[in-house]
């Protein structure tokens, strides 16, 4: 495939029909000032110095958390709840080899947000948009209520020791719109490396028509992410 195996060196074959970003481009590490649509939530410097959530863990999801999972989807994306619930059901319902991944993040008033994992075989599966093939997040939603408070860095934690110990991979790749300050600072936080930028990648497309690709090389077993720069 054009991206080569899971562990080559993406940036080096990076296709010319989208640029890469060089390490010492500003967007590399996800700047202040950034564009932003009104359905993205607007990046405040303030984000980071809550008080942590406490008694936060993070699990493999199953089927009894399909309802709460369901209601934070509707809150982000302003659906009817349980349109929602039907859909993760059925991801529940679909699990096997190749299935995405759920995981949760649970704290003592309940679920507070939750990430979606999955391999994409991108050499021998055709998607809309290259990318390259490994282990992606294919989402990450935090309640409204508990934003700001540790979960996401919680759930990437988790689910980076999950990718090490139990998938056996040392790469995340994640992306998002490049007009998404929040998720981009967020990025940026965790340690990931802005790579690529196209018009989107698998089969999602943005609708400002630019994304960015970004990359996380995992430390070994038993790591944290630590967001010093959220």
Not at 45 to 62: N, W
Request: hydrophobic share 40%; proline share 8%.
């Amino acid at each position: 495939g054009v991206f080569g195996k899971e562990k080559s060196n993406f940036s080096a074959k990076t296709p010319n029909f989208f640029p890469k970003i060089p390490p010492d481009d500003p967007r590399s590490r996800a700047p202040d000032i950034v564009p932003f649509m009104s359905k993205y939530e607007k990046f405040s410097s303030e984000r980071g110095r809550k008080d942590p959530l406490p008694g936060l863990v993070v699990r493999p999801a199953v089927p009894a958390d399909a309802e709460a999972i369901a209601s934070i989807i509707a809150e982000r994306n302003g659906t009817a709840a349980e349109k929602a619930a039907e859909k993760v059901r059925r991801e529940f319902e679909t699990q096997g080899p190749g299935a995405a991944k759920l995981f949760v993040a649970v704290s003592e008033g309940g679920i507070a947000g939750f990430c979606r994992c999955g391999r994409r075989d991108t050499a021998a599966q055709p998607f809309k948009f290259p990318a390259p093939a490994g282990w992606y997040c294919l989402g990450l939603v935090v309640r409204g209520a508990f934003r700001g408070r540790g979960v996401a860095r919680a759930l990437y934690s988790f689910l980076g020791r999950w990718l090490r110990e139990t998938a056996g991979t040392d790469r995340l790749y994640s992306f998002c719109s490049a007009e998404n300050a929040v998720s981009l600072k967020m990025h940026a936080a965790l340690g990931f490396e802005a790579v690529s930028e196209g018009p989107g990648f698998l089969d999602v497309p943005f609708d400002c028509g630019r994304g960015v690709l970004f990359r996380l090389e995992l430390p070994g077993p038993g790591f944290d992410l630590n967001l010093t720069r959220a």
